[in-house]
C-alpha cells in the first residue's frame, strides 16, 4: 500500500499516463473550440494553443514537484499544506469541480447528439444511458478506465482523415495576416481554448494508481503535446476552410467539415462522426466523476459506489428538469473560469505552501 491506500495489484503502467492525459483532453472541446478561439484572436489563434499548451506543461510540472514532496493524491497533499479542516475544504471544491467538470460534458455531449441527430429523444434518455455505462466502467476499477482510454485513443485516429479532406476545399490565404493581435488578446484566447485542455488535472486523483508514478511524468507532457499539435491541425483547417464571418457563427465547426465528406455507400457522414464521438467522449465523463467519487471516498470514508450513485441521480434529475441551450451554457461559463481560477493559481499556491512547510521541517 502507499500513502493513499492504494493496492499495488490495482496499479498501471507509467506509459499509460500518456493515453489517461491525452483522452480527457479530446473530447467536447475538440468539436467547438475554432469558434470561441476566432472570436478572441482570428487566424493568430494558433498562438493561442500554444500558449494554452505551455501553461499546462508547467501546471503538470508543478505536480509532479508537489508529489515528489508529499506522495499521495491531491486529498493527503492538501491535508499536509492546511491541516484537516482547511485541508478538507480545498479538497471539497476540487471534488465539485470534478462532478461539474464530469456533468458539463455529459449534457453538452447530449446537446450535441439532440441538434445533430435525435432531436425527439428526452435527454434524460441519454443521460441514463451514459450514466450506467459510466457506473459499469468506474465500478471495474481504474484499471479499466485506464484500458477505456487507452482503446478510446487508438481508436478514434482513423478520424484525422476528415482535417485532410477539408484541405481540398479550402484556401490557404484565410490564414493570414498573422501576429497581428495584441498580448491580451492572447490571453483572452488562451482562456476560451481552456476546456479543450482540462484533464490534466485528474492526475492529481489516479497519481497514487500510477507504477513508479514519478516516471510517467514524460508520458503526461507527451499527452499534452499530442493534444497540442490536434489542436493545432484542427484550427488550421478550420481557418482556411471557412471564412472568418463563418467561423465565428459556426457552433461546431469540426462536425460542420465533417458534413462536405460524401462517399459512394454514405451520404451523413457526420452522422459517423457523431455517433463514433460517444467512444471517444466515453472516458471525459467516466474519469471526472470517478475522480470525484474516489475524493468523496478518501474523504469521508465510505464505498465508492455510494458517491457515484448520488452524482448519477443529481445529473440525472438535471436533466429532467433543468436540462435546456441556457443549463448548458451556465455550466460552461462555471466551469471555464473555475477551472483557470482554481487549478492555475491554487497548484503554484500550493506548491509554495508545502515547499515552505518543508524547508522549515528541516531547521
Known amino acids: 500500500m502507499n500513502q493513499a491506500g492504494v493496492n499495488e495489484k490495482y496499479k498501471v503502467s507509467p506509459f499509460y499516463v500518456f493515453f489517461l492525459v491525452h483522452s480527457m483532453q479530446t473530447g467536447l472541446g475538440v468539436l467547438s473550440f475554432q469558434r470561441d478561439l476566432a472570436k478572441a484572436t482570428g487566424t493568430d489563434g494558433w498562438l493561442s494553443i500554444l500558449l494554452a499548451g505551455l501553461i499546462v506543461h508547467i501546471l503538470i510540472w508543478l505536480i509532479y514537484k508537489i508529489f515528489r514532496i508529499v506522495p499521495g493524491d491531491i486529498i493527503s497533499t492538501n491535508n499536509h499544506a492546511f491541516g484537516k479542516w482547511i485541508g478538507n475544504f480545498f479538497s471539497l471544491l476540487f471534488i465539485l469541480y470534478f462532478f461539474v467538470l464530469g456533468m458539463t460534458i455529459i449534457i453538452g455531449y447530449i446537446n450535441v447528439i439532440h441538434v445533430w441527430m435525435f432531436e425527439e429523444v428526452p435527454s434524460w434518455a441519454f443521460a441514463l444511458v451514459f450514466l450506467i455505462l459510466i457506473y459499469y466502467i468506474n465500478t471495474g476499477g481504474f484499471r479499466t478506465i485506464t484500458g477505456i482510454a487507452f482503446l478510446t485513443v487508438i481508436v478514434s485516429y482513423w478520424l484525422l482523415f476528415v482535417p485532410f ?104 457522414f457526420e452522422y459517423i462522426t457523431v455517433s463514433w464521438w460517444t467512444i471517444v467522449i466515453i472516458p471525459n465523463m467516466v474519469i471526472p466523476l470517478w475522480a470525484a467519487s474516489r475524493g468523496v471516498k478518501r474523504l469521508f470514508n465510505v464505498q465508492q459506489k455510494y458517491p457515484l450513485w448520488g452524482m448519477s441521480i443529481i445529473i440525472l434529475l438535471v436533466n429532467i428538469f433543468f436540462y435546456d441551450i441556457d443549463s448548458l451554457y451556465i455550466l460552461n461559463k462555471i466551469i471555464n473560469p473555475y477551472s483557470i481560477c482554481f487549478i492555475v493559481i491554487y497548484l503554484p499556491l500550493l506548491f509554495v505552501f508545502i515547499s515552505i512547510k518543508k524547508s522549515r521541517n528541516r531547521l
Open 165 to 268: 479532406y477539408g484541405f481540398k476545399y479550402s484556401d490557404f490565404t484565410g490564414f493570414l495576416p498573422i501576429f497581428h493581435h495584441d498580448l491580451v488578446e492572447i490571453m483572452k484566447g488562451t482562456k476560451s481554448f481552456s476546456l479543450s485542455m482540462l484533464g490534466f488535472e485528474m492526475i492529481l486523483m489516479y497519481y497514487p494508481f500510477i507504477k513508479s508514478a514519478e516516471t510517467s511524468q514524460k508520458y503526461a507532457h507527451g499527452g499534452v503535446v499530442l493534444t497540442t499539435l490536434l489542436s493545432l491541425l484542427l484550427y488550421f483547417v478550420s481557418i482556411i476552410f471557412y471564412s472568418q464571418k463563418q467561423l465565428t457563427l459556426t457552433l461546431w465547426p469540426t462536425l460542420t467539415l465533417t458534413s462536405i465528406i460524401e462517399l459512394p455507400f454514405i451520404q451523413r
